[in-house]
């Protein structure tokens, strides 16, 4: 199928935002981000040069997961703001031309949610199958051996009904039965609401996670798990996740977005590539972005990254739309991993391959890890694995929005420290620093905007080692990009390997290349890398 360049939707051609609504801004002082927080920094995200922004969850909720622990799935909880407050943030979001996807969270709900109180009640409580309940094993042990992400057992034993109840993630998070009908129409009416107040689209929570083995067989040994990593790993989830009856799930809400006009979902998804593809669906019909996290986990060394783009962008199905994240709420940033020199390369990375990019908020200042002591933890998954350095915390602490003592985030007390570097790394001080790593996102943001090759362009490999990657964007009758990065921090010489090219360096992670001519070969600094855009012969 090839698309004609008319063809291409929003959610395609334009930069997504992820904002994780309790630190981007806070507008009444109680240390929290806000909705209103949100619509006062409207005019940065549009000067950023974004179409969409994705807003993590701001539903009522205890709290215990911060927010994807919902009581109520079509109601604002009052941290953040009301529903009129929400409507005018899709009112100013569409008046400034962009999109605004929200975060679904079908898995699970808070055990405060009504439907759980109601479930929980009794065992003939017409609610009761709405959850996944099961009577005790031997010596009243689990019903298996499932594992929750956050530790410890997946079941909860629930006094008042002599049953377990599963939980992926904490006990606070009783997971849905999806194999239930009525689960799935009202988790389908919690969809339309949105989509009627004008959303345009979802990022869908856990998708793979969405339905589970109908005989909850127990999960393998992991062989490979080592002591640090997160005791969940312990088991390969084979039966608890990844079920083939998820993709009928994921066509029903396919089918209900493509009811309404240009909406488009996105589907959290931790799989290795050729599991993760199958969530385009069969014939176009599953989720449009099924994220690809694979450069959240990359070693990052030039033959590696180069290879796994190249799996990906050959295990895409016809239809299936690339897209790319460097961070998000649950990982450590880019600028920890890679170090801050680093991430202004990875941010050409991002900006410049086939497909959609998600921009993790403050990743565009270089917001790195913060430490966070452990007496202020709030991360569920901090607390319950204290030895394991697993808290997300450190990558959620408040954007940096200037010099002042809050960083401009906030006129309270920050609910999470804010980064010590905020007076000098904050948007205010990098918006007029021509060296900023600002100034980087901006201009690349401003150049695929506007060239068709960068767009939607196809990706031509050109060369890789151990230090460069090289790489080509190309849409025919346009102008053609040569996309050099050197991932390590000593120089490296790059020749491209078959035949000559030549151009002029457009953008750099410095300034100081930009504007010279691009000739064969080039020496880059360490942590260097350029867009060249190549003379016109280049194009066919
Ligand atoms: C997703 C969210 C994460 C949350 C988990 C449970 O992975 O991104 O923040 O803790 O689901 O809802």
């Known amino acids: 199928m090839v698309q004609q360049k008319q063809d291409y939707l929003w959610w395609q051609t334009g930069v997504i935002y992820q904002i994780y609504p309790r630190s981007f801004q806070d507008s009444n002082g109680d240390g929290i981000?806000?909705?209103?927080?949100?619509?006062?920094?409207?005019?940065?995200?549009?000067?950023?040069?974004?179409?969409?922004?994705?807003?993590?969850?701001?539903?009522?909720?205890?709290?215990?997961?911060?927010?994807?622990?919902?009581?109520?799935?079509?109601?604002?909880?009052?941290?953040?703001?009301?529903?009129?407050?929400?409507?005018?943030?899709?009112?100013?979001?569409?008046?400034?031309n962009m999109k605004i996807i929200l975060d679904l969270v079908p898995n699970h709900t808070s055990d405060q949610h009504p439907w759980f109180l109601e479930s929980r009640s009794s065992r003939d409580n017409p609610k009761r199958d709405w959850y996944i309940w099961q009577d005790a094993g031997e010596d009243n042990a689990p019903p298996n051996n499932w594992l929750a992400?956050?530790?410890?057992?997946?079941?909860?034993?629930?006094?008042?009904?002599?049953?377990?109840?599963?939980?992926?993630?904490?006990?606070?998070?009783?997971?849905?039965?999806?194999?239930?009908?009525?689960?799935?129409?009202?988790?389908?009416?919690?969809?339309?609401?949105?989509?009627?107040?004008?959303?345009?689209?979802?990022?869908?929570?856990?998708?793979?996670?969405m339905i589970k083995d109908k005989l909850l067989r127990d999960n393998p040994p992991n062989d490979e798990y080592l002591p640090h990593m997160a005791t969940y790993e312990q088991l390969l989830p084979v039966y608890s996740t990844d079920q083939p009856e998820v993709h009928e799930i994921v066509r029903e809400m396919r089918s209900l977005l493509d009811s309404y006009e240009d909406?488009?979902?996105?589907?959290?998804?931790?799989?290795?590539?050729?599991?993760?593809?199958?969530?385009?669906?069969?014939?176009?019909?599953?989720?449009?972005?099924?994220?690809?996290?694979?450069?959240?986990?990359?070693?990052?060394?030039?033959?590696?990254?180069?290879?796994?783009?190249?799996?990906?962008?050959?295990?895409?199905?016809?239809?299936?739309?690339?897209?790319?994240?460097?961070?998000?709420?649950d990982q450590p940033r880019i600028t920890s991993r890679v170090g801050i020199q680093q991430s202004r390369v990875a941010a050409i990375l991002l900006l410049t391959l086939r497909g959609t990019p998600t921009i993790y908020y403050g990743d565009e200042i270089g917001m790195r890890d913060v430490p966070i002591p452990f007496a202020e933890v709030h991360d569920p998954q901090g607390l319950n694995m204290p030895d394991k350095n697993l808290s997300r915390d450190p990558a959620r602490t408040p954007m940096q929005w200037d010099n002042s003592k809050y960083a401009g985030f906030t006129s309270g007390k920050p609910w999470l420290r804010i980064d010590k570097s905020s007076h000098r790394e904050n948007v205010e001080s990098q918006k007029t620093n021509e060296y900023s790593i600002l100034r980087i996102y901006r201009r690349l943001i401003e150049l695929r905007n506007s060239e068709p090759s960068l767009m939607y362009g196809n990706y031509i490999p050109v060369a890789s080692d151990k230090q460069v990657i090289a790489y080509v964007r190309k849409y025919e009758g346009y102008p053609s990009f040569l996309?050099?990065?050197?991932?390590?921090h000593r120089p490296a010489y790059f020749k491209p390997v078959h035949k000559p090219m030549s151009g002029t360096i457009i953008l750099g992670t410095v300034p100081d290349l930009e504007g010279q001519p691009y000739q064969d070969m080039i020496n880059l600094s360490g942590d260097e890398g350029i867009v060249v855009k190549l003379d016109d012969h280049h194009r066919q």
Do not use: C
């Open 33 to 96: 981000g806000d909705i209103p927080g949100i619509i006062q920094r409207l005019d940065y995200l549009k000067w950023l040069g974004l179409k969409a922004v994705w807003i993590s969850p701001f539903y009522p909720s205890p709290m215990k997961d911060f927010g994807y622990d919902i009581s109520d799935y079509t109601a604002i909880d009052s941290i953040f703001g009301t529903l009129e407050d929400f409507d005018q943030l899709v009112r100013e979001i569409h008046q400034r």
């Open 483 to 488: 996309v050099v990065l050197n991932l390590s």
């Open 149 to 209: 992400m956050f530790g410890g057992t997946a079941w909860e034993w629930d006094e008042a009904t002599n049953q377990y109840y599963y939980h992926a993630f904490l006990k606070e998070q009783p997971d849905l039965n999806w194999r239930n009908p009525e689960v799935r129409e009202a988790m389908y009416n919690v969809m339309r609401f949105w989509l009627d107040r004008g959303v345009d689209g979802f990022r869908v929570d856990v998708m793979w996670h």
């Open 263 to 329: 909406r488009m979902m996105i589907g959290e998804i931790y799989l290795p590539i050729h599991k993760l593809v199958s969530y385009y669906g069969n014939d176009n019909d599953g989720t449009h972005l099924p994220f690809n996290f694979m450069l959240l986990s990359a070693t990052w060394d030039a033959s590696s990254i180069a290879r796994s783009i190249d799996e990906y962008e050959g295990a895409l199905p016809m239809y299936g739309w690339p897209n790319w994240v460097l961070s998000n709420h």
